[in-house]
């Protein structure tokens, strides 16, 4: 029945190459409309380019864009980000910001990039756990559909949710809520779902103390965020098992039920900490990010 409404979406809506891709190549046995990312199947070679290519995700009775990203050549199953941007902000500029297409280009794997609906004089916004019903889209339920689409269609395995500031909140309220994410990295953001249940998952959470952007994205907060993964109240409950120091980034690491890794950076901003927002950081969250969750998610 799902892959029935896939095909059925994909045959008004059709897979289409963004920017500088190739055309759709034509599949033996493939009817009008249908599409694969290999003869093979979904767990064959990549026949794609490296990205994006857009595709309509059903969900509801409507669907939505989402950019993939893949390794021409490589085959499944393909270990997978899902990549949110923050409040008006957009697929295509959060991929810019963080590079994380780059990656996947080199090392093989999946990237998945949604776009936010356009909240009433707001912009486009993720429904983060704050917004009135209504309002916005049940983006919990949305992302799973996404996870669900990927899966049977581009043989998604592992995956990391990972998110800037409302996409952030919005990383931190799907694992919260969903089993679909293995792991989850954030920068930027706090947490505002009403309940939260991690279920023994990783998250790697990075702030600047220099964010004034708003109190809710404040390095207390957004430590409070992982100490309440980590032990379900807003202060830890003992000294961390680990620290890192480099340069003006602290990683903290409390293992246990719910392991969590805090990055606080000292006097850095709103924006993703890399290279490609800052040529003299001399760190890269991403590629942090990236080994984080391929050591410990497997």
Same mark, same amino acid.
Request: proline content about 8%; hydrophobic content about 40%.
């Given at each position: 029945?799902?892959?029935?409404?896939?095909?059925?979406?994909?045959?008004?809506?059709?897979?289409?190459?963004?920017?500088?891709?190739?055309?759709?190549?034509?599949?033996?046995?493939?009817?009008?409309?249908?599409?694969?990312?290999?003869?093979?199947?979904?767990?064959?070679?990549?026949?794609?380019?490296?990205?994006?290519?857009?595709?309509?995700?059903? &969900?509801?009775?409507?669907?939505?864009?989402?950019?993939?990203?893949?390794?021409?050549?490589?085959?499944?199953?393909?270990?997978?980000?899902?990549?949110?941007?923050?409040?008006?902000?957009?697929?295509?500029?959060?991929?810019?910001?963080?590079?994380?297409?780059?990656?996947?280009?080199?090392?093989?794997?999946?990237?998945?990039?949604?776009?936010?609906?356009?909240?009433?004089?707001?912009?486009?916004?993720?429904?983060?756990?704050?917004?009135?019903?209504?309002?916005?889209?049940?983006?919990? /339920?949305?992302?799973?559909?996404?996870?669900?689409?990927?899966?049977?269609?581009?043989? /998604?395995?592992?995956?990391?949710?990972?998110?800037?500031?409302?996409?952030?909140?919005?990383?931190?309220?799907?694992?919260?809520?969903?089993?679909?994410?293995?792991?989850?990295?954030?920068?930027?953001?706090?947490?505002?779902?009403?309940?939260?249940?991690?279920?023994?998952?990783?998250?790697?959470?990075?702030?600047?103390? /220099?964010?004034?952007?708003?109190?809710?994205?404040?390095?207390?907060?957004?430590?409070?965020?992982?100490?309440?993964?980590?032990?379900?109240?807003?202060?830890?409950?003992?000294?961390?098992?680990?620290?890192?120091?480099?340069?003006?980034?602290?990683?903290?690491?409390?293992?246990?039920?719910?392991?969590?890794?805090?990055?606080?950076?000292?006097?850095?901003?709103?924006?993703?900490?890399?290279?490609?927002?800052?040529?003299?950081?001399?760190?890269?969250?991403?590629?942090?990010?990236?080994? &984080? &969750?391929?050591?410990?998610?497997?």
């Amino acid at each position: 029945m799902w892959m029935a409404l896939i095909l059925h979406a994909l045959a008004n809506d059709p897979v289409a190459y963004g920017p500088g891709g190739a055309s759709i190549p034509s599949l033996p046995g493939a009817g009008a409309g249908e599409f694969s990312f290999s003869s093979d199947g979904p767990c064959g070679a990549w026949q794609a380019s490296s990205g994006p290519v857009t595709v309509q995700v059903p &969900f509801g009775d409507t669907s939505y864009p989402v950019d993939l990203y893949g390794k021409p050549g490589q085959s499944g199953p393909r270990r997978t980000v899902v990549l949110l941007h923050g409040a008006g902000g957009n697929a295509q500029k959060v991929v810019g910001q963080t590079g994380f297409d780059e990656v996947i280009a080199r090392d093989g794997g999946l990237l998945v990039v949604p776009q936010a609906i356009d909240v009433p004089q707001i912009g486009p916004l993720w429904d983060n756990g704050t917004l009135k019903d209504g309002e916005g889209r049940d983006d919990t /339920a949305f992302l799973d559909a996404v996870s669900a689409w990927v899966d049977a269609n581009a043989c /998604a395995s592992k995956t990391l949710a990972v998110g800037f500031s409302n996409g952030a909140q919005m990383a931190a309220r799907w694992a919260c809520q969903s089993e679909a994410p293995d792991a989850v990295m954030t920068h930027a953001g706090s947490l505002k779902a009403p309940e939260c249940r991690p279920r023994g998952r990783w998250m790697l959470a990075y702030v600047g103390t /220099a964010d004034a952007y708003k109190r809710a994205q404040s390095p207390e907060t957004i430590g409070d965020m992982a100490h309440v993964w980590n032990a379900g109240q807003t202060t830890p409950v003992r000294e961390p098992d680990e620290v890192e120091r480099e340069g003006k980034r602290t990683c903290s690491t409390w293992t246990g039920g719910n392991p969590v890794t805090l990055c606080v950076l000292q006097g850095w901003g709103h924006k993703w900490p890399s290279p490609i927002t800052n040529s003299k950081m001399p760190f890269d969250a991403t590629a942090h990010a990236w080994t &984080f &969750f391929n050591e410990r998610v497997r």
